[in-house]
């Protein structure tokens, strides 16, 4: 039994403006399902559901045809790593555990 990614519409929004960027990368650059589907080793339906936002697709099918585009993979590593909130949050913890003794 397959478990269903449930996600909220603006979840789903970002999975499905992903998918348009990711088929309007492929056809800007003039290449056919058929040879993304070989670089990335994904069937031509998984590729044309990455095209459309589906959350049931691995991150590991995303990244690969990421790659296969033009090197996007590397963007999946820009994820959170400026993360200004939680950087925040963690100096404040640290600030107050590093008080002197009174």
């Known amino acids: 039994m397959k478990n269903n990614q449930i996600l909220l519409p603006p979840e789903q929004k970002i999975l499905k403006q992903m998918g348009i ?8 650059r003039n290449h056919a399902m058929s040879l993304i589907c070989e670089r990335a080793n994904v069937s ?4 044309w559901k990455i095209e459309n936002g589906d959350p049931s697709v691995s991150i590991g ?19 959170c790593a400026d993360d200004y909130l939680g950087k925040t949050l963690n100096d404040l913890g640290i600030m107050n555990k590093n008080r002197g003794k009174r």
Not at 21 to 28: D, E
Not at 66 to 72: E, L, P, V
Request: hydrophobic share 50%; charged share 30%; glycine share 6%.
């Open 21 to 28: 960027n990711f088929k309007l990368a492929r056809l800007r």
């Open 44 to 47: 031509r339906a998984t590729l």
């Open 61 to 79: 099918n995303y990244i690969a045809v990421a790659h296969a585009i033009g090197g996007f993979d590397k963007d999946f590593e820009k994820i």
